[in-house]
C-alpha cells in the first residue's frame, strides 16, 4: 500500500493506492456510525459495491454511466437525492466510478449546503492516476466540456488497482493516455518507462499498474501544490493535448470518443504544432505517435468522425484563455512541456486544416 499526501491550499488528504478492504478504518473514521451515500452507477456498483458494503454501512445514489452523467439534469437529481437522503454538511460522499462520476459527485458536494466532503474511490485507470485527485469538478453544458464547474478537493482517495481488473480494453487504453501524459510534461525518463513497460502493464500486470498510478499521483500532487487553483500557469501543464482534445470531445459530440481518447490524439496534434512552430524536434512527435499507436489509440484527426472547421472555434472558447488570447500547451520535445500564451488563431486554423 502507498500513501500519498496532498497538500493542497491548505487542505491535506491522503491518496491511499492499495486494497479498499485495508482502508476500511479511514472510510469508519469519516463516516462516524452513518450510513454514507454513494454515488455510482449500475455496472461499476454490480461490480465493486459489495467490496465497499462489506466495510461500513452505505446506500447507493445512482446515476447513468459515463459521460452523460456530467449533465444539468443529472446535478439537480443528486442534489434532490441528497436532500431526500437528508444529508447534512458534516457526511462524506463517496464516488465510486470513473472520472464522470468523479466529476459530478465533486460538483455537487461541493455546492451542497456550500460544500460537503467527498471521498473519491476511483475505478477506472483514469480516475485513479489523475482525475480522483487535484479537486477539479465539473459537468459538460451548452455543448461544451467541462463548462461548468468549482474546485472542491477530496477528504480522501482510495484508488485500490484490483478494482480495474473488470474494466475493458478501451476503457484502460484511455486511461492509459493520462499517464503517459505524466512522461510527456516534464519527466522524460517516465515516458521511456511507458514505452518499455506500456503493453504488460495493459496486458494487467498490477506491479506496474501501481507503480504507475504512484508516478502520476506524486506528480499531479506537486503540480496541484504549487497551483492549487489553475492560476499560475504549472497546473495548466496538466491539460496538455487536452485544448485539442475537449475540443476533439465536444466536435466528435460529447460522449462518443472517450476522453483518454482525446488526450491521446490531442497529445499528438499538441506535439505536431510544435514541430510546425519549430519549437520540437520532429522525431519526438514521431516517438509520441508511435507509442501511443501502438497501444491502440487514436493519434491522426483522419480516425476521427468530427467537422475540422468546428475546432479552433471550440479551441478559441477554451477556458484558459485570457482575454481573447489563445493559449495553449505546447513542447519543445518529450517532457518539455510548456504553457504559450501568445498562440495566433491563423498559424492554428492552417495547421488544423492540414492536420493529418
Ligand atoms: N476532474 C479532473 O481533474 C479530470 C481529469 C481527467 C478527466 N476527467 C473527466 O473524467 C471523465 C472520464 O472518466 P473515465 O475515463 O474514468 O470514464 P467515465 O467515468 O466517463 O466512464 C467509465 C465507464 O467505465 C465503466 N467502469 C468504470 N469502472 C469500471 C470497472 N472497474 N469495471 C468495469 N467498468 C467500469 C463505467 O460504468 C463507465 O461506463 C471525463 O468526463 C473527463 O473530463 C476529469
Ligand atoms: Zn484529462
Not at 506496474?208 to 502520476?216: H, K
Request: proline share 4%; net charge negative.
Amino acid at each position: 500500500m502507498t500513501t500519498i499526501a496532498v497538500n493542497a491550499g491548505g487542505q491535506r488528504y491522503d491518496v491511499v493506492i492499495g486494497p479498499l478492504a485495508a482502508a476500511a478504518d479511514r472510510l469508519q473514521q469519516l463516516a462516524r456510525g452513518r450510513t454514507l451515500p454513494v454515488v455510482s452507477d449500475a455496472r461499476v456498483w454490480a461490480l465493486h459495491g459489495q467490496a465497499l458494503a462489506v466495510l461500513l454501512p452505505v446506500r447507493p445514489l445512482f446515476v447513468p454511466e459515463g459521460e452523460e452523467a456530467k449533465q444539468w439534469p443529472h446535478l439537480q437529481a443528486l442534489i434532490t437525492r441528497f436532500t431526500e437522503f437528508n444529508l447534512d454538511r458534516s457526511t462524506p460522499v463517496l464516488a465510486l466510478g470513473g472520472g464522470s462520476i468523479g466529476d459530478l459527485t465533486g460538483i455537487a458536494a461541493g455546492l451542497f449546503k456550500r460544500g460537503c466532503p467527498v471521498v473519491h474511490i476511483p475505478t477506472t485507470l483514469l480516475a485513479q492516476a489523475d482525475s480522483a485527485v487535484g479537486g477539479k469538478t465539473a459537468i459538460d453544458a451548452e455543448g461544451q466540456k467541462n463548462l461548468v464547474g468549482l474546485f472542491h478537493q477530496p477528504a480522501l482517495v482510495l484508488a485500490d488497482p484490483a478494482l480495474l481488473d473488470t474494466l475493458d480494453a478501451r476503457q484502460l487504453r484511455a486511461g492509459y493516455a493520462e499517464v503517459v501524459k505524466y512522461g510527456l510534461i516534464d519527466d522524460p525518463a517516465f515516458f521511456a518507462w511507458c514505452e518499455a513497460n506500456g503493453q504488460a502493464l495493459l496486458a494487467g500486470d498490477q506491479a506496474l499498474v501501481e507503480q504507475a498510478i504512484a508516478t502520476c499521483i506524486r506528480a499531479k500532487a506537486r503540480t496541484v501544490e504549487h497551483d492549487v487553483e489553475d492560476k499560475i500557469g504549472t497546473r495548466a501543464l496538466l491539460n496538455l493535448g487536452h485544448t485539442f482534445g475537449h475540443a476533439i470531445e465536444s466536435a466528435a459530440g460529447l460522449g462518443t470518443s472517450l476522453h483518454g481518447e482525446a488526450v491521446a490524439l490531442g497529445m499528438c496534434l499538441a506535439h505536431d504544432f510544435s514541430v510546425e512552430l519549430g519549437l520540437c524536434p520532429q522525431a519526438d512527435a514521431a516517438r509520441v505517435r508511435e507509442h501511443l499507436a501502438s497501444i491502440g489509440l487514436p493519434t491522426t484527426l483522419a480516425e476521427m468522425e468530427l467537422e475540422r472547421g468546428r475546432l479552433l472555434l471550440l479551441m478559441s472558447a477554451d477556458k484558459k484563455n485570457d482575454a481573447g488570447k489563445l493559449k495553449l500547451v505546447l513542447t519543445r520535445g518529450v517532457g518539455g512541456a510548456f504553457l504559450s500564451d501568445g498562440v495566433a488563431s491563423g498559424p492554428l486554423a492552417t495547421f488544423l486544416e492540414g492536420a493529418r
